[in-house]
């Protein structure tokens, strides 16, 4: 955590930075306190005490400003930048409303995403937390999965229904003893129901220095619990919440905002993926992606085969090992001529492929995607996450009532 903060707040940064967005920064948490900087100098001398501050232990920096610090690096990078800017743009709002003195300087200091972000968080706080709750969005990788028993079950975003999904989660969260603070942002893009819940997370305690002696400090950070919804596939996808809790959340989904309680709680819920058609296949399956002009190609490129035996004592399929394979060039190759004989006793339990796509620059872009059923696909959804569904959909690898319906959405 120290690290990470030692990187935002480098030399560089404090070197270019405005004084008076570092001033309103510590304001907010020293008020009429005596700052440890003093902010009444010229900007070489403020820049001078910044960096005297900031040289110290970040267990020696005030609490809060830590975790100011630490919203606005989550942000304070290109790709965050353009999510502010973004958001700016949907909201109507002008970050910066007054004309650049520095107008003829081409490559303004205050332009740079870090600055941007500080500037944001500090002047344009409503832009910033949409901008934080879309990159949480973004973020997950591994994604809990639940199917509803029906589609086009819908729900519209009222204020009772998000207050009421607001409080329940609360609740959840602070029985696992998270705290009781929680901010909802909700959304509805693309015909889908967004929701961010930004959350304590679990007490932490660090050694501070205080004087001649150390003393310990809790610290409670904030995480986000990201939930999306498609009405037409009944489809609940949930990130960045620990699985002990994932299957409560989606019922308290299930219940304030669509009024369905159980509705995720089907026994075919989480079944939603399978890999016997590889398996039936064996070494020699290929993905067939000629269908998409965009797709160079897809390499599987780690797979592993679990081996089960009868217990005759139990009456039920135990557990013996797992054969695994891993190779850039494809994976599924070394099964041949190995022990592994799918369909006597040995399951593909699941494999990691990589897709190639066309981009306008020499190299393609890949986008990696582990699949283990029954419910896990996990893969950085910034891109093509159409494509990667309709891609497995077309293999019969999603168990879907209605697979085609995924491809026709991505078509």
Request: overall charge negative.
């Amino acid at each position: 955590m120290g690290s990470d903060l030692k990187k935002f707040v480098n030399p560089k940064f404090l070197k270019t930075v405005d004084p008076g967005l570092m001033r309103v920064l510590f304001d907010r948490h020293f008020g009429d306190e005596v700052h440890p900087v003093a902010f009444d100098g010229d900007a070489a001398a403020v820049r001078a005490a910044l960096a005297k501050y900031f040289e110290e232990a970040v267990t020696t920096w005030n609490e809060g400003l830590v975790a100011d610090l630490h919203r606005v690096a989550d942000l304070g990078s290109n790709e965050g930048m353009q999510i502010i800017l973004n958001e700016a743009r949907r909201q109507g709002v002008v970050l910066y409303a007054d004309p650049d003195p520095d107008g003829d300087d081409p490559a303004p200091a205050k332009h740079d995403p870090k600055h941007v972000a500080l500037h944001t968080y500090l002047h344009h706080h409503r832009v910033f937390e949409a901008a934080a709750d879309f990159q949480a969005l973004r973020a997950p990788t591994a994604l809990a999965e639940f199917r509803g028993p029906e589609r086009d079950v819908g729900a519209d975003l009222t204020e009772a229904l998000t207050e009421a999904f607001k409080s329940a989660a609360m609740k959840l969260f602070a029985r696992d003893l998270q705290g009781e603070y929680c901010r909802l942002g909700p959304y509805e893009e693309d015909g889908e129901i967004n929701l961010v819940v930004s959350h304590g997370a679990p007490v932490a305690t660090t050694p501070v220095v205080d004087g001649d002696r150390e003393r310990i400090i809790p610290l409670r950070a904030v995480k986000y619990a990201t939930l999306r919804y498609s009405p037409a596939e009944a489809r609940l996808f949930i990130g960045g919440v620990v699985k002990a809790q994932q299957a409560d959340l989606a019922e308290i989904f299930a219940k304030h905002v669509l009024g369905r309680p159980g509705f995720f709680s089907g026994k075919d819920a989480r079944d939603l993926y399978t890999l016997d058609l590889i398996s039936d296949a064996g070494p020699d399956f290929a993905f067939d992606h000629r269908y998409d002009e965009h797709i160079l190609e897809v390499r599987i490129v780690a797979a592993a085969a679990d081996h089960f035996e009868w217990d005759e004592d139990e009456a039920k399929w135990r557990y013996v090992r797992t054969w695994e394979s891993k190779d850039a060039a494809g994976a599924l190759r070394h099964f041949r001529g190995s022990e592994v004989r799918f369909g006597k006793g040995w399951r593909l339990g699941e494999i990691t492929f990589r897709v190639f796509f066309k981009t306008e620059t020499k190299r393609p872009a890949q986008v990696t995607v582990k699949l283990k059923p029954p419910g896990t696909l996990a893969f950085r959804r910034t891109r093509f996450e159409k494509t990667i569904h309709a891609l497995i959909a077309r293999h019969g690898l999603e168990k879907d009532r209605d697979a085609g319906l995924v491809v026709e959405a991505a078509e």
